[in-house]
């Protein structure tokens, strides 16, 4: 039965000025699966200074804390005004300056001292016979030498000075009588007070004292032995009453890393800063700054301060953007920006990652891996599309892989760690279109062209052999090349016959075929002519020539002298052309869909790269299609029960919410589900049990109402069969 006649071509003329193009809706990016590496140079009252070494670039960022209030007064007179103090080291000088009032002052150091560290307004130094001393800035600008006495006699510093949560004190190592331990000085006056035995894991504040796995209070009496005390992972810092422990060397399954507070007064654990690890310091004002989040795209430092109580309390204070990586292809299908790349530092870690967008386009989560890249198929020469990438409406997306046998196969990835696949046994081919189950592969040495069905529960099997032609497959259709000029026919996948033909208005035998929705693309040759013709309606409308993705309502291709990115909208029934974005001029990968740019034929919008490796992601403007189905498996399962369920999947045209119903003999509704759709893909499960648990043998109705999520045009509702045995 033909759906249509020859019509006149309606076309509206060039394309929108050169570079005159629309404003992204969101940018994004593929980010590193490791959050950056963060290194703090300095952290005090005021804020804190850090630096990435993961940047390759020496630049540092400072923070500033917004309830931080500058004392009426600052100097070396007032130690505990240190806590806001930067010292730069110079050849024979310690330049100090107060950051929030200005105050400076200079440390000189004496003739054949050896710095060894400057916290707050203080600078510690070892002389030549092995002494440390105290130095700090007098009012007459001189410097001020305080020796520090008390170690125990015949104690041997060795050297090491330890900063931590305090400008009132330093720890410093010592040996005696052949064994390693650490005091606490004070430096108000150089004296040395409490110690404990061991120089690991050294932390302290002017409450506390911990290294070796013990701990003592600083003002404990003489004689005081220090205590035991038990944590989990590194010692990091103590705030307050408490021991901040994390870094685990190794997480048991199920583990998630995180912040530890230990009580050195009680033992009592809890967790400070869930999702915790990497940089975990104390600072001046006797605090910490630590690391934390779920993802490299959730990552952020945090203030950990003490509580009235000596228990701790914490705080965002700056999120760490994820390091950028390679997007080595590019698809967008149902509300989904898919991007394939290695997030990780190791070779062969390739994969696709899937990140959720809104219906204007903006991102709503980060992104997430979806399933592994195997082998990739090279690209040819003169690819239009590159990688062979395409993503199929329902959360999958299908790849060209090559095996060790030198033939391609085309995979589809199904999960984190699983895909399936289909052998073709030929070489050098390309990836046709696909939507939900069917994907199409194009032969290369053969000249043969496949279809694949990837069903729902299944690896993946060619069903459909074919001298290859100009083909498309949107469902469960497969649209090819007709008898005469300018016909389209429809051939149905599942009952394995011609369902529709198409006059489609083209002069030629298309050369080229395209399906979205009622919108059939054609092309008679690189020079065209070439246009679209909508089924619903039978309306024939001319579209630029060139190599074009066609979309819901418009398609889009790209200028290669310009490097523009153009998009065509005809769902009016007149093209109308105008530049979206401009691409980088230097091509990514070999460029074109999917390589540098992708539409997404579920409802969406377009996404490109930008020149400095990022997508952006920018609204078509066209109103979408009614909801429709597209193909469907709702075919009854054995039981079902709760371990081998009911698993029907409706592959509609773009995203949904969802509500299925399923009746008994009578007319009663025994089970609601709900959810939203997987892209454009409902997927539902049932266990065969009613709302109330009871099971009941029996023929039951099911109904599925389906909510555009876009809110354009009706619900869709559908209904059907199926068995509990």
């Known amino acids: 039965m033909a759906l249509g006649g020859a019509l006149a071509l309606s076309y509206a003329g060039p394309a929108a000025p050169a570079h005159a193009v629309d404003a992204p809706v969101a940018v994004t990016q593929l980010s590193m699966a490791q959050p950056p590496e963060v290194r703090y140079l300095w952290a005090g009252a005021s804020g804190f200074q850090y630096w990435l070494p993961g940047t390759g670039s020496p630049r540092t960022v400072w923070v500033d804390y917004a309830d931080a209030v500058p004392p009426g ?118 004296t040395a007070g409490v110690s404990v035995p061991g120089s690991t894991e050294v932390t302290f504040n002017d409450r506390w004292l911990s290294a070796g796995g013990r701990a003592i209070r600083v003002d404990a009496a003489p004689g005081t032995a220090p205590a035991p005390v038990s944590y989990s992972g590194k010692a990091l810092a103590i705030v307050g009453d408490q021991l901040l422990s994390g870094n685990r060397a190794f997480l048991g399954a199920g583990e998630k890393p995180e912040l530890t507070a230990t009580d050195l007064g009680t033992g009592d654990r809890r967790t400070a800063l869930a999702d915790s690890h990497g940089a975990i310091a104390p600072t001046l004002d006797g605090g910490a700054l630590a690391t934390a989040g779920p993802a490299s795209t959730d990552w952020h430092i945090h203030r950990v301060t003490a509580t009235g109580d000596g228990g701790v309390t914490t705080a965002r204070v700056r999120t760490v953007p994820a390091f950028r990586t390679t997007v080595d292809g590019l698809m967008l299908a149902g509300g989904e920006l898919l991007m394939g790349g290695n997030t990780t530092n190791a070779v062969g870690y390739d994969a696709v990652h899937a990140m959720p967008l809104d219906t204007a386009g903006r991102p709503t989560g980060p992104h997430t891996p979806r399933a592994p890249l195997l082998d990739v198929s090279p690209c040819l020469g003169g690819d239009a599309a590159c990688p062979q990438l395409e993503a199929l409406g329902d959360g999958r997306y299908a790849y060209l892989s090559t095996g060790s046998a030198g ?47 990837f069903a729902h529960g299944a690896g993946g099997e060619i069903v459909l052999s074919r001298t290859r032609t100009a083909a498309a497959i949107w469902g469960q259709r497969l649209w090819i090349p007709g008898s005469a000029p300018g016909q389209v026919v429809a051939y149905d996948l599942k009952a394995k016959r011609n369902v529709a033909t198409v006059d489609t208005g083209a002069p030629c035998t298309p050369s080229e075929i395209q399906a979205v929705n009622t919108w059939l693309y054609w092309t008679c040759g690189a020079s065209g002519p070439a246009g679209v013709h909508d089924r619903a309606t039978g309306r ?173 045009g009706p619900d869709l509702t559908l209904t059907g069969t199926t068995t509990v045995n």
């Open 407 to 453: 033939t391609e196969s085309v995979h589809v990835g199904i999960g984190p760690n699983a895909y399936g696949f289909a052998p073709t046994g030929d070489t050098r081919g390309r990836l046709g279109t696909g939507t939900g189950r069917y994907v199409l592969y194009n032969g290369g040495t053969s000249g043969t062209q496949k279809v694949a069905d």
């Open 73 to 190: 007064h600052a100097g070396p007179d007032d130690l505990a005004t240190g806590a806001d103090v930067v010292g730069t080291r110079t050849a024979g000088t310690v330049a100090q300056k107060h950051r929030s009032t200005g105050a400076t002052a200079t440390v000189t150091l004496p003739e054949g001292h050896t710095y060894r560290t400057a916290v707050g307004w203080s600078v510690v130094t070892q002389d030549a016979a092995g002494a440390l001393h105290v130095l700090r800035a007098a009012a007459d600008g001189t410097t001020r030498d305080l020796p520090v006495t008390g170690l125990p006699a015949g104690a041997e510093p060795t050297g090491t000075v330890v900063t931590g949560g305090s400008v009132r004190h330093v720890a410093v190592g010592y040996r005696l009588d052949g064994t390693v331990s650490t005091g606490l000085v004070d430096l108000a006056d150089g």
């Open 540 to 712: 024939a409308i001319g579209v630029p020539a060139g190599q074009a993705r066609l979309a819901d309502g418009y398609l889009v291709r790209e200028n290669r002298t310009t490097h523009e990115l153009l998009l065509t909208d005809f769902h009016t029934g007149t093209a109308v052309t105008r530049a979206v974005a401009v691409l980088p001029a230097t091509d990514r990968n070999t460029g074109g869909h999917t390589g540098r740019w992708a539409v997404d034929r579920f409802g969406g919008q377009v996404a490109h790269l930008t020149e400095d490796g990022r997508v952006a992601l920018v609204a078509s403007g066209v109103p979408t299609s009614p909801l429709a189905q597209t193909e469907a498996q709702t075919q009854a399962a054995p039981g079902p029960t709760t371990a081998e369920p009911w698993q029907p999947v409706w592959q509609l045209n773009k995203p949904s919410t969802w509500t299925l119903t399923l009746s008994n003999a009578a007319g009663t509704v025994v089970r609601t589900l709900d959810g939203a759709s997987t892209a454009a893909a409902v997927r539902a499960s049932w266990d065969g049990l009613w709302d109330n648990g009871r099971r009941a043998a029996g023929t039951y109705t099911w109904r599925l109402t389906a909510r555009p999520r876009d809110g354009h």
